[in-house]
């Protein structure tokens, strides 16, 4: 591309494909079609001919926000539970659908994250334990809606087979998300972090927190209360379940 000489402007096109053929690492572990794939996949892409991907993103970073609720604040970062606090209505949200509209590519070092991947294999399974402990309903109505890095005009026959993968994966996974556990499950599944049961429990905790925050940052009485005497139960056990997860990623790093 330097060889189109000086005062040479790129094409939103030409610059979704520079994106999609030069992937950070970090962008890699979550292809879908690798066989195996990131445990925190917040994101995934299926490719789309050589120059295109077509992604489905839990986690979106906002651009811009006209907070409805201000002064709420976020109890993790501006993509997890800020943007759905400030902006409680969907209908008032615009989400870029292709890179035409909008595009933010990873350009931080390529050993960043490097040898922290916790690979799993790439099934249903897999992006439902991630929704279950780093997703809430605002994460999962980003989910539903599709994006594509446009670096040329996708072949629709390509782009309709990758959109019945990538949501028969979506669907099952949310299917597989909202299954009810049982105590007696929970312990009968031992202390296997990545088990959806201990997933659903962690998310229970995480979303009961997130819950009571909300309540906390309106002012409201019983809810700042209930969030402060919750706290210290909530982080023993995400404690618990920190440990067991890390020590399982040690013991499994050699997996792949």
Known sequence: YRARG????PSTR????????????ISA???????????????????????????????????MVYPRVKGCGFEHTIDWDYFNRACPEVEEWFVAETS??????????????EGTENWRQ?????????LAVAAHEGHLELLSTAFVFCGDKADEASLLAVREEAERVVSSALSTRASP?????????????????????TAFLVHTRLKLSH????????????YFVYSPLYVTLRFVWRTNKNWSMFRNRKEF
Not at 47 to 61: D, I, K, N, Q, T
Not at 181 to 201: E, R, W, Y
Not at 215 to 226: D, F, K, Q, V
Request: net charge neutral; charged share 15%.
């Open 181 to 201: 556990l049982s105590a007696a499950t929970v312990l009968a599944m031992g202390p296997n972090p990545g088990s959806p049961a201990i997933q659903g429990v």
């Open 14 to 25: 030409e610059l979704g494909a520079l994106g999609v053929k030069n992937m950070h690492a």
């Open 100 to 113: 035409d509209d909008a595009c933010l590519l990873e350009l931080s070092g390529r050993t960043k994250f």
């Open 122 to 130: 790439a099934t249903p399974e897999t992006l439902a334990n991630f």
């Open 215 to 226: 309540a906390r940052s309106r002012g409201a009485l019983l809810g700042t209360l209930a």
């Open 6 to 9: 000086e005062g040479w402007v």
């Open 29 to 63: 572990s979550l292809l879908w079609e690798a066989g195996r794939v990131n445990s925190y996949c917040s994101h995934l892409y299926w490719r789309v001919g050589e120059r295109s991907l077509y992604a489905r993103c839990a986690h979106m970073h906002p651009l």
